[in-house]
Nanobody, 118 residues
């Protein structure tokens, strides 16, 4: 079905920036939304940002004003621009695709590591 591949993670200093990419295979039929989740060591996975099929976005309070989620439909790719990074942003970031409206199915990428450290 759907395969998702994240890229763009790495090591960055506090205050720096990274842009994550998530490439999806094929056409995303019945797309509900795409999202970036993250999981820090020893913590539960949390939603960082979501973008609906219509382009509406929402963000976790912890990343508002610093992260920007976007989507390029022609490339079947989603992005997460991360600015003003903090050590607390250190986590594995996972791409999520949700297909279906009321009854939906989630697909996940393998994750990409983001480490914010001086």
């Amino acid at each position: 079905q759907v395969q998702l591949v994240e890229s763009g993670g790495g090591l960055v200093q506090p205050g720096g920036s990274l842009r994550l990419s998530c490439a999806a295979s094929g056409r995303l039929f019945s797309l509900n939304s795409m999202a970036w989740y993250r999981q820090a060591p020893g913590k539960e996975r949390e939603l960082a940002a979501r973008i609906s099929s219509d382009g509406w976005t929402n963000y976790a309070d912890s990343v508002k004003g610093r992260f920007t989620i976007s989507r390029d439909d022609a490339k079947n790719t989603m992005y997460l621009q991360m600015d003003s990074l903090k050590p607390e942003d250190t986590a594995v970031y996972y791409c999520n695709v949700r297909l279906g409206r009321f009854m939906y199915t989630d697909y996940w990428g393998q994750g990409t590591q983001v480490t914010v450290s001086s």
